[in-house]
RNA sequence: GGUCCCAUCGACUAACGGUUAGGUCACCAGCCUUUCACGCUGGCAGUAGGGGUUCGAAUCCCCUUGGGAUCACCA
């Protein structure tokens, strides 16, 4: 096999859709499976496009998703540059050439005249396809009066000729041999007439150019393949091999647009999903290297990635199973990581300040019963600050009778605690209710209302162990206080 | 509409001619239990339809149906 190098070939739209990241990430598996290069490279030749810090932000965000380029803008590389743009030297010679060869030709129609070929009356017949023998270009006009107009600098594009007995046929590792006739390719426009390329230009050079020996790109570029074929032999080159991704669908089976909620990774990424948890996802969809596992680090998804084995069918995209996949990520992500996003969300919300080891407490009392990190400060107000507000519905119904006297009896054993973790105050908990003849229920749901002011949370002795004993103490007797003061109207 | 692509549980997928068609999410039930979860066990559920080829078809071929992409001086 010839060196592998692919490319992740974005236009800096802003953002970096999901289906992007999928693109890019096969692109690098690909690569890294192979020892081969991973290539970026910005596709901006639409001016009317420009976005400001569109490249930087597209880099920022692959970079958080663990993909780095050997070569790109950022880092440069023997093939540079990088980005488009820069390049459009290398394009007009080689729209030169082709049209040198016989391969296009130029054509002086207006938009206006194109836009009226286009919408001929519903039920026509012909495709709208453009037709050099009747548009306005140099086999129609002649040599002379083609020489004339481009003397006298008259706008004009170049077309790709596409002969209409031509067979086009490629091979797509994913899909197959696959064959389009000539008559059914439009005459592709290669150079703009401002002077820029089109993608279909652009995008070949670059790809040539740039060494590019396999190209991994969306189901959405199919149909244009053949046009890239039949230039990479019109300039004589060795096509690279292509291989074309299913499509991420919404539910309803459509194409993921930016119309339908979240669709770029920036989105997600704020929404607090781990990184790790986000890509073995998106790496999921649209084939699993194994029968029987879902969990992946990208280390084993290099080392088990097949391209030929991706899947030809769209992939819908289940968040459900995306928040699953956080979830798992909740107890393989290590907690250093966890107790940093935790600080940040208390930190935004002004609760900053707490030390590191208590946070990582925390994070492990409550993990198993949250879907993000960013949960927990609502999830559990009370192991930041004091308690504002009591479930009063919880109290209604499981402040019994006897609530009190076994608070208060509680309360005095606790006090002599000094160990005060989970085993002692179970354990004293436990040799209290079978003293009594009591279960263990009417003992603990009363501390965890005490305590925390909430129905559900993680174990009633596992968070007063987190607390600690002066608190507990201290909200015990505040309760109590209130209860006997009928603060709480029940 | 033209062209091209695609078709396994509701969703993500495994099975690349021989399996009782497997796993995961979601859903349901049970167990565990200190609330809620987690976890564990079990369950529901699929080869779009019709023809071939073959001893044997989810798998290969054809047709039908359905879905999608694409048809710009965007990428």
Redesign the pocket.
């Known amino acids: 096999m010839k060196d592998v190098r692919v490319r992740f070939?974005?236009?800096p739209t802003g953002y970096l859709h999901v289906g992007g990241l999928r693109t890019a990430l096969y692109n690098y598996l690909f690569a890294k499976h192979f020892g081969g290069k991973m290539i970026l490279r910005i596709?901006?030749?639409?001016q009317?496009?420009f976005v400001e810090g569109a490249v930087e932000n597209l880099i920022n965000s692959l970079r958080w998703a663990g993909i780095e380029f050997d070569e790109s803008p950022e880092v440069g590389g023997a093939y540079g540059p990088y980005v488009q743009s820069e390049r459009f030297d290398m394009y007009r010679k080689h729209a030169q050439i082709v049209l040198d060869n016989g391969h296009a030709y130029y054509a002086f129609?207006?938009?206006e005249e194109?836009l009226a070929m286009?919408t001929q009356k519903p039920g026509a017949v012909v495709?709208?396809?453009?037709d050099r023998l009747v548009m306005k270009n140099q086999y129609t006009l002649g040599e002379k009066e083609t020489t004339r107009l481009l003397a006298e600098k008259a706008?004009y594009?170049i077309r790709l000729r596409i002969p209409p007995d031509a067979e086009i046929m490629f091979e797509d590792i994913i899909?197959?041999e696959?064959?389009?006739?000539g008559c059914?390719v439009?005459d592709q426009?290669l150079l703009?007439?401002?002077g820029?390329?089109?993608?279909?230009l652009?995008?070949v050079v670059d790809d040539h150019f740039m060494k590019i020996s396999h190209i991994i790109r969306g189901?959405?570029?199919?149909?244009?393949t053949p046009k890239h074929a039949f230039l990479y032999d019109a300039f004589g080159w060795e096509r690279p091999e292509f291989a074309?991704l299913?499509?991420l669908?919404n539910?309803?089976?459509?194409?993921l647009s930016k119309r339908q909620g979240d669709v770029s990774v920036e989105d997600f990424r704020a929404k607090g999903y781990f990184r790790d948890a986000f890509v073995n996802f998106i790496a999921?969809?649209?084939?699993?290297p194994?029968?029987?596992?879902?969990i992946f680090t990208i280390e084993e998804m290099i080392e088990l990635f097949d391209i030929s084995?991706v899947?030809?069918?769209?992939?819908?995209f289940?968040l459900?199973?995306l928040?699953?996949m956080n979830?798992?990520y909740l107890?393989i992500v290590p907690i250093s990581e966890m107790v940093e996003m935790c600080r940040i969300t208390l930190e935004n919300i002004g609760l900053g300040g707490f030390d590191d080891q208590y946070i990582a407490r925390v994070i492990d009392l409550l993990k198993?019963?949250i879907h993000f990190i960013h949960e927990i400060p609502d999830f559990a107000p009370y192991m930041f600050g004091d308690i504002k507000e009591y479930e009063i519905e919880y109290i209604k119904k499981r402040w019994e009778v006897n609530s009190k006297e076994i608070s208060v009896d509680l309360l005095e054993i606790f006090k002599k605690d000094d160990v005060f973790n989970?085993d002692s105050l179970?354990g004293a908990a436990k040799s209290y209710a079978e003293a009594k003849g009591i279960?263990?229920?009417p003992i603990?749901?009363p501390l965890?209302m005490m305590t925390t002011g909430k129905?559900?949370?993680?174990?009633?002795?596992?968070t007063m162990e987190v607390l600690g004993k002066e608190t507990c103490i201290q909200r015990m007797e505040k309760f109590l206080e209130m209860m006997d003061s009928g603060k709480f109207s029940l």
Request: net charge neutral.
């Open positions: 070939a974005p236009s596709e901006d030749t639409d009317t496009r129609d207006t938009p194109l286009r495709a709208p396809k453009y706008l594009v899909r197959g696959i064959t389009v006739q059914d439009d426009i703009k007439s401002d820029f390329p089109t993608y279909h652009a995008n189901e959405e570029w199919l149909p244009s074309h299913p499509l669908l539910t309803g089976k459509q194409k999921l969809l649209g084939y699993n194994t029968a029987d596992r879902e084995k899947n030809k069918s769209g992939a819908v289940d459900q199973k928040e699953w979830t798992q107890k198993e019963r989970h179970y279960k263990l229920g603990t749901h965890r129905s559900v949370g993680a174990g009633a002795f596992e």
